[in-house]
């Protein structure tokens, strides 16, 4: 999957927003919750600023250059600021790449340090490619059932969505807990594998196998 889509989870008390192609964080949106929350006006600027910062992100670009590890060898990337159709305005956003945004956070508040550490090497980005590539499969494998409709696809999906999370919604992917998102993959792959071996052979019948789960999985009979 190759969307850069923004992913919302929980950081101790705050939200952080985190991209999925490139997995840079979006630096704005912590340091506002925790300005707010504390009533104070700490800036991304005074951040940037500082000796030890330049000096770590002049590190990190030239090894990343070295080693090919930075998206376009940025540490940072900002950003711009933008007005939609109905004239409201965005402000650009500071993205930062996982290692500066936790010394971003170790400069906001040093108890982040567990949480953000915790959070960027948690596997979440991973199983969010792998529900996409399991996806593409599945519906592969859809192509080859009696009786599809041309409805078939968002069906399908959709009832994914209701084994899965009890609920069906256009964003349940991006706020999805790691848990989900595996049992998301397992699903796809299962599906996929039924279809392939000629376990269903229809799409009725797979509707009607996707039924039996959702009712397996949240008791519902």
Do not use: C
Request: aromatic share 12%; proline share 3%; hydrophobic share 35%.
């Amino acid at each position: 999957m190759k969307t850069n889509v923004p992913m919302i989870r929980k950081m101790g008390q705050f939200d952080v927003v985190q991209r999925t192609k490139d997995g840079y964080f979006n630096a704005n949106v912590l340091l506002e919750q925790w300005n707010k929350t504390n009533s104070m006006k700490k800036e991304i600027g005074h951040f940037l600023s500082l000796k030890s910062t330049k000096e770590f992100i002049e590190v990190m670009e030239e090894k990343a250059a070295r080693n090919h590890e930075l998206p376009e060898h940025q540490a940072f990337k900002k950003s711009r600021a933008s007005t939609d159709k109905k004239g409201k305005k965005t402000p650009g956003a500071y993205w930062f790449h996982p290692y500066l945004f936790i010394d971003f956070s170790m400069w906001i508040n040093p108890k982040f340090k567990y949480d953000v550490i915790k959070f960027v090497y948690d596997q979440l980005i991973q199983y969010r490619h792998e529900a996409g590539d399991n996806y593409v499969q599945l519906s592969a494998s859809l192509s080859q059932l009696s009786g599809i409709p041309p409805t078939g696809y968002k069906k399908v999906a959709v009832a994914m969505q209701w084994i899965v999370f009890d609920k069906k919604g256009t964003e349940l992917r991006q706020t999805a807990s790691q848990d989900q998102l595996n049992q998301l993959k397992e699903l796809e792959k299962k599906l996929s594998f039924a279809i392939d071996m000629g376990y269903i052979e229809t799409f009725d019948q797979l509707i009607s196998e996707m039924r039996k789960l959702y009712q397996m999985k949240n008791k519902k009979f």
